[in-house]
């Protein structure tokens, strides 16, 4: 499976941004998505996950209520809706697919990863 994020850029904080994730090879509509971000100097920190049917969807507390995560099986897509942007939500961002059950979707049960898309906020 290959994963490509796409849509990272440059935003003013209280702004939005779309980034998607465009996989390809495998089996996508079976797949939990995940989404990561890492800021400079700190870990890789779990953003949100969606289950394989798109139904299930559970974030992180830092941006609960801002971002929500979709998906586009018959386009092989995952997005990332981020509103209300802050300035620490500039990271750089990755998808991946879970390779666990959707409760235990992280990084450590990750499997395939984008390279990642950067999304920067100024104030």
């Known amino acids: 499976v290959q994963l490509q994020a796409s849509g990272g850029g440059s935003a003013q904080a209280g702004g939005s941004l779309r980034l998607s994730c465009a996989a390809s090879g495998g089996t996508f509509g079976s797949y939990h998505m995940s989404w990561f971000r890492q800021a400079p100097g700190k870990e890789r920190e779990f953003v949100g996950s969606?289950?394989?049917?798109?139904?299930?969807?559970n974030y992180a507390e830092s941006v609960k209520g801002r971002f929500t995560i979709t998906r586009d099986n018959a386009k092989n897509t995952v997005y990332l809706q981020m509103k209300s942007l802050e300035v620490e939500d500039m990271a750089v961002y990755y998808c991946a697919v879970c390779a666990a059950r959707f409760a235990y979707c992280s990084a450590s049960t990750s499997t395939y990863w984008g390279l990642g898309t950067l999304v920067t906020v100024s104030s």
């Open positions: 969606i289950s394989w049917s798109g139904s299930t969807t």
